[in-house]
C-alpha cells in the first residue's frame, strides 16, 4: 500500500522564510514605489509639456518658413534685376545693397529655424530621459517582486 505524504508540511518553512524576507522587504518596496510615482509624474510632465511645446513650436516653425520663403523669392527677383540691370553701375550697386541685406535676413531666419528644431531635440532628449528614470524605477521594482514567490 502506498504512503499518504503531502509535500506541503516541508512546504511551510519555506513559506515562512519567504513570509520574513517579504515582511523585511515591504519598507524597500514602498521606497520603490514611491521612486516609481515619483518618475511617472516627472514622465507626465515631461510629455504634457512636450506635446504643448512641439505644437507650439510647429506652428512657429512654420511661420518661419514662410517668411524664409518669401526671403528667397525676394533674393531671386533681386538676382533677376541684377542681371537685367547689367552695365547700369548704379543700378548695379544698389541692388548689391539690397542683395546683400535680403540675403542676410535669410540668414538669420534660417538661424531661427534651426534654433527651433534645437528646441525639439532638447524637449525630446527630456522626455527620453523621463522615461530611462521611469524604466530605471520599475525595473528595480520588478527585480525586488521577482524574488518573493514560495516554491
Known amino acids: 500500500m502506498p504512503e499518504l505524504k503531502s509535500k506541503h ?3 511551510i518553512k519555506a513559506a ?11 519598507g524597500k518596496s514602498s521606497g520603490q514605489l514611491r521612486d516609481i510615482s515619483g518618475a511617472a509624474t516627472g514622465l507626465k510632465q515631461a510629455a504634457d509639456m512636450a506635446d504643448r511645446t ?14 524664409y520663403a518669401t526671403k528667397v523669392n ?15 553701375k548704379k543700378a548695379e550697386a544698389e541692388l548689391e545693397k539690397k542683395h546683400k ?3 542676410g535676413e535669410a540668414d538669420k531666419l534660417r538661424d531661427e529655424y ?13 522626455v527620453a530621459d523621463a522615461i530611462g528614470k521611469m524604466q530605471a524605477a520599475s525595473e528595480k521594482f520588478e ?4 524574488g518573493g514567490r514560495a516554491g
Not at 54 to 67: N, P, T
Request: contains cysteine.
Open 9 to 11: 508540511p516541508g512546504l
Open 16 to 26: 515562512t522564510d519567504n513570509a520574513g524576507v517579504l515582511k523585511r522587504g515591504v
Open 54 to 67: 512641439f505644437k507650439d513650436q510647429a506652428g512657429y516653425c512654420e511661420k518661419v518658413i514662410e517668411k
Open 74 to 88: 525676394e533674393i531671386a527677383e533681386i538676382e533677376e534685376d541684377y542681371k537685367a540691370a547689367k552695365g547700369d
Open 101 to 103: 541685406k535680403a540675403d
Open 114 to 126: 534651426n534654433t527651433a528644431v534645437e528646441v525639439f531635440e532638447t524637449i525630446s532628449d527630456m
Open 143 to 146: 527585480k525586488f517582486t521577482a
